[in-house]
């Protein structure tokens, strides 16, 4: 039965838009290539037999819908490809961040224990101190970010994430911050690491977003495909 292979398609890429199930995937296209092996056969039979105008007329017309199904199917499962890539591109920057930002914070506080135990002067532990809060606020303020991807991504709720990426203002405010007040060539490098792979996660972010919105567009263009 050719509406009902048609509809069982239509209800694999559903669920696989949902769940990103290669599997579902997989059926979906089976399901998709015996609706086409249907509609030839249909086809040629009512080019077979003329009189059956009718169906010639819905065979044509199935056929190309189904066409532009496929090709539709075919631009979700790439725009889905897309997307795994991008979120391995977010967890390489967030592993970069959390080492980077870990390490740069320790270093502060083993220099200001060491700065304490040499009895440096107030004004010099003063300094030293704003660094730590200002490492532990940019420390916050990704943590935030990564916070409202992920709820966004499970949620599937593209807001969050637009509110993640406004949030880079204030990192990109903190890491020039401290790489003024910074002399370590270590700690230098740490802060340069940090802006690098924050700025890696800030695009994959809007990346993410211009995919997600593609697929949303993509899942009522098959619906009214199909």
Do not use: C, W
């Not at 390489?92 to 224990?113: H, P, T």
């Not at 880079?168 to 700690?187: I, P, T, Y």
């Amino acid at each position: 039965n050719v509406e009902r292979t048609a509809a069982d398609t239509m209800l694999e890429m559903r669920g696989y838009s949902y769940s990103e199930d290669k599997k579902q995937l997989e059926a979906g296209l089976r399901n998709l290539a015996e609706v086409k092996r249907s509609l030839v056969e249909a086809k040629a039979h009512s080019d077979k037999y003329p009189l059956l105008v009718k169906l010639r007329e819905d065979s044509v017309k199935a056929q190309a819908k189904t066409a532009e199904y496929e090709k539709l199917v075919g631009e979700t499962a790439a725009r889905m490809e897309t997307l795994a890539g991008i979120r391995k591109t977010l967890d390489v920057a967030a592993a970069e961040i959390v080492k980077n930002g870990g390490e740069y914070l320790v270093s502060q506080q083993k220099q200001i224990r060491e700065e304490i135990a040499r009895n440096v002067g107030a004004d010099a532990l003063q300094a030293r101190v704003g660094k730590i809060n200002e490492a532990s606020d940019l420390i916050q303020a990704l943590t935030a970010i990564r916070i409202g991807n992920y709820r966004g991504q499970l949620f599937r709720d593209p807001h969050a994430i637009e509110e993640a990426v406004k949030q880079f203002a204030s990192v990109d405010q903190l890491v020039d911050a401290l790489r003024s007040k910074s002399r370590e060539e270590g700690n230098l490098r740490q802060l340069a690491a940090i802006k690098d792979a924050a700025q890696k996660y800030r695009q994959a972010l809007t990346d993410y977003l211009d995919n997600y919105k593609a697929l949303q567009e993509l899942a009522v263009k098959r619906l009214e495909a199909g």
